[in-house]
């Protein structure tokens, strides 16, 4: 008695490019965005840049008085013909100035703290700022920008300690511990700018 051969499984037909469901694009915008630490290093890197720029600007701003008509209820020029003084906002070169007033007068006051340092580093303190915010938000450099930012935070805090600021001390210590933190993921940066010597070092 012979036992009929197994008759073999029908093999599924290929689908057509008609009938084949199309990739889903959420995978392929995963594959392109960069792992969760270069992710983390980049709001880091903004944030930082950010806040070293827009600091850095404003100590180009200033205020001054100007005159405007006194305005009715209705928008309309007050029937008195009564003048209003109104501060305005205002940037210029001519209105540098490192630090307020009052805080370079207090750090005067501080036998510990030079003069002529004081000086120096208040002509200095907003276009450094300003240098290496933009640095940072390009990418160039990074880990030597974060390292000059480190430092500048670390000499505004010497001055708030001899000030005797506890609370001024505690946020610039929130900025020296982001510091750290993007240093140490210094090595995750993407979409930056590169010259084309450190380009091949890290290929």
């Avoid at 930082?48 to 009715?72: C, H, N, P, W, Y």
């Avoid at 009564?82 to 490192?98: I, M």
């Avoid at 505690?170 to 993407?190: D, M, P, Q, S």
């Amino acid at each position: 008695m012979t036992t009929p051969a197994p008759t073999p499984a029908p093999t599924p037909a290929p689908s057509s490019p008609e009938t084949a469901k199309p990739a889903c694009c959420c995978g392929a915008f995963a594959a392109w965005l960069p792992s969760g630490a270069s992710l983390g290093f980049i709001v880091l890197r903004l944030w930082l840049a950010v806040r070293a720029i827009l600091t850095g600007i404003e100590k180009f701003s200033g205020f001054k008085m100007t005159q405007k008509e006194l305005l009715d209820e209705f928008g309309n020029p007050d029937a008195s013909g009564a003048l209003v003084e109104v501060k305005t906002k205002v940037y210029g070169l001519s209105l540098y100035h490192g630090m307020p007033p009052s805080l370079e007068d207090m750090l005067r006051a501080e036998p510990l703290m030079p003069g002529w340092a004081l000086t120096a580093y208040g002509y200095a303190l907003g276009p450094l700022l300003i240098i290496t915010g933009l640095a940072l938000l390009l990418g160039l450099a990074p880990r030597l920008t974060l390292f000059i930012q480190g430092i500048i935070y670390v000499t505004l805090t010497a001055g708030l300690i001899l000030l005797d600021q506890d609370s001024g001390v505690a946020w610039l210590a929130t900025h020296v511990i982001l510091i750290a933190l993007a240093l140490k993921w210094v090595e995750h940066n993407r979409w930056a700018l590169h010259c084309p010597r450190c380009r091949t070092a890290t290929k």
